[in-house]
């Protein structure tokens, strides 16, 4: 079965960075797209970023845009956010997430399009 397993998150000051990595177990790694997430207290979770196959597909909301980065790492069947001028509103709980997927270059947005999910790491960016 599936199995996704994210690092720790943490406490950081505003204007700081902060990676999170998401170690996937079960399945083929290549053939799934990927994506991160992120759920404040009292709202919807809602979308980050997502990579494709191939990795040459990303995109971010435009809140983190410019902000953070999603990547992969095939070899060792990671993907990984890294964050960097973090702000308070960036707090939250953030989840990885995984989707089988037939074309190498789909990314996705909607949390309905993926499989399986992390156990959700928090991050916490002070003012």
């Known amino acids: 079965q599936v199995q996704l397993v994210q690092s720790e998150g943490g406490l950081v000051q505003a204007g700081g960075s902060l990676r999170l990595s998401c170690v996937a177990s079960g399945l083929t790694f290549t053939n799934y797209a990927l994506g991160w997430f992120r759920q404040a207290q009292g709202k919807e979770r809602e979308f980050v970023a997502s990579?494709?196959?191939?990795?040459?597909?990303?995109v971010s909301a435009d809140s983190v845009k410019g902000r953070f980065t999603i990547s992969r790492d095939n070899e060792k069947n990671t993907m990984y956010l890294q964050m960097n001028r973090l702000k308070p509103e960036d707090t939250g709980v953030y989840y990885c997430?995984?989707?089988?997927?037939?074309?190498?270059?789909?990314?996705?947005?909607?949390?309905?399009?993926?499989?399986?999910w992390g156990q959700g790491t928090q991050v916490t960016v002070s003012s």
């Open positions: 990579i494709s196959r191939s990795a040459v597909a990303t």
């Open positions: 997430a995984v989707r089988f997927a037939f074309t190498l270059d789909n990314i996705y947005r909607r949390a309905s399009e993926y499989d399986d």
